[in-house]
């Protein structure tokens, strides 16, 4: 059961919904008056002890997870989605008896706009029910086709709702923030940052909207602001590439001092003056590069890369870790003495990126090779982790 407050002056409200869901392993068909559904929280996983047992072999087959969600009244006027930040392998999600979505591999962040699924209550609660059904059986079409570790089936990563206006940056872009950050030229002494995107009117009338983009130091301080004006007619979907140019002494991240800028893109409507939506993501300015004879460049500066590759399973939990344990990982090794982390093999949980680009691990990802479905696969992690500062893929 999980009840989710009211929006009130908040652009975007995020309610994760990890806790107090049921599950049950198998075909939900055959469930005999004897079988009852268990009681668990995100992340799970169904493989967490059949992989260590004395038994050859894991299971690979049907699961389902169910719980309720309330959902407030307030909630009918905006766009709603959800987030799965990882489920394995093929994932179909289920509002109210009705298939919302098919998603499949187990690696990669997924969102779906389930609003019109929902059902609400004039000032008050209203119960919709959410099922998942997933599979992690073997699949010639989803990569990875094999490998020497546990292919763990279950809802893994955190899930989470998200409540917008109707006026609002595109969120339907392979679960990433919408806004796509690129640094193409930085020096020393000048950087310039490049920002696109799309937002979309999904109200019922024409607006006169204003995008800016501000750009804060660690301290907080506004460094630069770009702003441009937009008329969206209703129904329109807008793309934007805006440029902030001529930013001056750029502090620099590096392995030493993994210093972060924070650019905070708003949407407002220029006729009210009233904040509609608003989305904040990280930023660092850095350039590297590889020299076959003299190895790793990172701001002009030789750097060795010492590191390790990491899997996101741990003995007796598999891979459904709580963030923490994710984020401890990182610091091993940035204690060690490491500043490289090879993500074996696929891509991990946000916070490992994220725990990255605080203390200064430079990292690859990995993606797999299968035919010529690499190229779809490469695509949706990039997109998901452009904004990371420490990223190779």
Same mark, same amino acid.
């Given at each position: ?6 929006? #009130? ?37 169904? *493989?967490?002890?059949? !992989? ?6 894991? /299971? ?5 997870? @169910? ?13 709603? /989605? ?24 187990? /690696? ?10 929902? #059902? ?52 339907? *872009?392979?679960?990433?923030? &919408? ?5 193409? %030229? ?14 979309? *009117?999904? %109200? ?9 983009? $501000? ?11 770009? @702003? ?17 140019? *001529? ?13 972060? /800028? ?17 989305? %904040? ?19 002009? @500066?030789? !750097? ?11 003995? &007796? ?16 090794? @940035?204690?060690? &003495? ?15 990126? $994220?725990?990255?680009?605080?203390? &200064? ?33």
């Amino acid at each position: 059961m999980c009840f989710l407050s009211a929006i #009130t002056a908040q652009e975007r409200l995020v309610a994760t919904i990890n806790s107090n869901w049921l599950f049950f392993k198998g075909d939900t068909a055959k469930i005999s008056s004897s079988d009852t559904w268990k009681r668990i929280s995100i992340p799970h996983t169904w *493989n967490a002890e059949d !992989v260590m047992d004395d038994e050859p072999g894991y /299971y690979r087959g049907d699961a389902w997870y @169910k719980k309720t969600i309330y959902v407030p009244a307030g909630w009918k006027e905006k766009d709603v /989605y959800i987030f799965f930040e990882g489920a394995a392998q093929v994932a179909e999600v289920f509002i109210n008896g009705k298939l919302v979505g098919k998603h499949t591999g187990s /690696y990669t962040a997924f969102s779906f706009l389930i609003s019109k699924y929902l #059902t609400y209550k004039n000032g008050a609660n209203a119960a919709n029910q959410l099922v998942v059904k997933l599979n992690n059986s073997h699949n010639d079409d989803i990569p990875p086709l094999s490998g020497d570790y546990t292919f763990f089936g279950g809802i893994y990563r955190d899930v989470y709702l998200q409540a917008i206006n109707k006026v609002h940056f595109a969120a339907e *872009n392979n679960a990433s923030s &919408g806004i796509f950050i690129t640094t193409p %030229s930085v020096t020393d002494h000048t950087a310039v940052v490049n920002l696109k995107g799309a937002l979309v *009117n999904k %109200s019922d009338s024409d607006r006169n909207l204003v995008i800016s983009h $501000q750009i804060f130091d660690a301290e907080g301080k506004l460094i630069a602001v770009q @702003k441009n004006n937009f008329s969206a007619k209703a129904g329109e979907k807008i793309t934007f590439n805006q440029e902030i140019r *001529n930013i001056q002494d750029p502090n620099l991240w590096s392995i030493e001092n993994p210093y972060l /800028y924070r650019v905070v893109s708003t949407i407002t409507d220029a006729d009210t003056n009233q904040k509609v939506d608003e989305i %904040s993501n990280p930023l660092g300015f850095r350039w590297y590069g590889f020299d076959a004879a003299k190895g790793f460049f990172l701001n002009g @500066k030789p !750097v060795k890369l010492i590191g390790a590759s990491r899997h996101q399973d741990f003995k &007796g939990l598999g891979n459904a870790l709580p963030d923490a344990m994710h984020v401890r990982d990182v610091k091993l090794l @940035k204690e060690m &003495g490491g500043n490289f982390l090879r993500i074996a093999h696929y891509p991990q949980d946000p916070a490992v990126l $994220q725990a990255c680009d605080r203390l &200064g691990i430079w990292a690859s990802v990995e993606t797999p090779i299968a035919k010529l479905r690499v190229f779809t696969k490469l695509l949706i992690p990039i997109r998901e982790d452009t904004n990371r500062g420490v990223c190779l893929s």
